[in-house]
């Protein structure tokens, strides 16, 4: 018996030992995997497909100013580009006058580097900065281009394009679009322009405003 007594002694004390190294194990402390960000807005292709008002004239003018040699057309604007995140973007345009016409048929083509910036969750604002063409023949228009130069061109000028513009979107797909662009400031020719006017003309300048809807793929 006091044999036995022993042995669940001893056995009870190693019991106790073995519990008691449980407590002074060491805790692995919890790692926590840092998110990364992904980049702001939705990226993807685009296009779209705008209407507006383009100008063609001789003389500095103010948009909304008439200038002796200011034609105003109707165009058209197709669009195509692709949002690499909320602050940039990459756009080409080819632009068409369509209705209006005077003395000017005016064919434009562009492409854009397009900084952006998101001043609430559907409104942006941007602008384009970039290289493109115009090209202006003339037209037998209301006021129609002088007899020698109709169908014939007037300017074909590639250089520095710009505009400033804004959109709002109205699902995470559609949105609606204005903006401003200026396509030829200045440009040198030696034409006449209209039909009435025998004067030569040196310079020629070419904006836009318009107004269209994008949609993202």
């Not at 018996?1 to 919890?30: F, H, N, Q, R, Y």
């Not at 006058?97 to 998101?118: C, G, N, R, T």
């Not at 400033?164 to 200045?186: H, P, R, V």
Request: hydrophobic fraction near 40%.
């Amino acid at each position: 018996m006091k044999k036995t007594a022993a042995w669940m002694v001893m056995l009870g004390c190693g019991s106790l030992a073995m519990a008691g190294g449980d407590i002074g194990t060491s805790v692995e402390p919890e790692v926590t995997v840092p998110m990364v960000a992904e980049p702001a807005g939705k990226s993807g292709f685009y296009a779209g497909l705008g209407v507006g008002s383009q100008r063609t004239y001789s003389v500095d003018a103010a948009f909304f100013d008439d200038a002796d040699t200011q034609d105003e057309t109707a165009g058209v604007v197709g669009l195509l580009g692709y949002h690499f995140n909320d602050y940039l973007a990459v756009e080409g345009r080819i632009g068409k006058s369509i209705a209006y016409e005077d003395y000017a048929d005016v064919l434009s083509y562009s492409l854009f580097l397009k900084p952006q910036y998101p001043i609430a969750e559907s409104i942006r604002v941007y602008a384009l900065l970039g290289l493109g063409g115009v090209k202006v023949e003339g037209a037998n228009g209301d006021t129609p281009a002088h007899a020698d130069m109709i169908g014939k061109e007037i300017l074909d000028e590639t250089g520095f394009q710009w505009g400033l513009g804004g959109s709002y979107a109205f699902t995470e797909s559609i949105s609606l679009f204005a903006d401003y662009t200026s396509l030829a400031k200045d440009a040198d020719i030696s034409s006449t322009l209209y039909g009435y006017d025998a004067a030569t003309y040196s310079e020629l300048s070419s904006d836009a405003v318009t107004v269209g809807v994008t949609y993202q793929f």
